[in-house]
């Protein structure tokens, strides 16, 4: 018995820290994912501009032919430990020109460490304290 709870001492804490690369693996691919599904929607929807919120890319309310550009849980904003928040921006012609979005760990120490962060120029950045980071943060 003992030797199965010294080996379950030394394996539980790798088995954490697999988790959180995985978990922070799926919250840049899913940044990407956003990043590559504005794009899209912008093209697309040439009279919204960037999408209003992360559920409009996978609804489709407000232009038809964005219907399912990203999957449904990622669209409601929390996927793999990582929560998401986006922001788009109006420019001067009532089109969202610009966005941000932000995807932090949702239990630090557990779901992930880093915090990552990108914009419509698709550089994805990052922190290594799980905080959002901003544009001055450094690039991946």
């Known amino acids: 018995m003992a030797i199965v709870l010294i080996i379950a001492a030394i394996a539980f804490p790798n088995l954490i820290k697999s ?4 978990n922070e693996a799926s919250a840049v691919s899913s940044v990407r994912t956003i990043n590559t599904g504005e794009v899209s929607y ?3 929807c040439p009279l919204v501009g960037f999408s209003a919120t992360l559920a409009e ?7 038809v032919s964005s219907k399912g550009i990203i999957d449904p849980v990622l669209s409601l904003g929390v996927k793999s430990g ?3 928040a986006y ?3 109006a420019g001067g012609d009532a089109l969202n020109d610009s ?3 932000t995807a932090v ?3 630090l120490s557990t779901s992930g460490q880093r915090g990552f962060y990108s914009d419509q120029t698709g550089v994805i950045r990052y922190t290594l304290t799980g905080v959002a980071p901003t544009v001055a943060s450094p690039a991946l």
């Open 19 to 22: 988790k959180m690369a995985a």
């Open 42 to 44: 912008a093209a697309s």
């Open 57 to 63: 890319l996978n609804s489709g309310v407000a232009c």
């Open 82 to 84: 990582y929560t998401f």
């Open 87 to 89: 922001t788009p921006t």
């Open 99 to 101: 966005y941000t979005q």
């Open 105 to 107: 760990p949702a239990a």
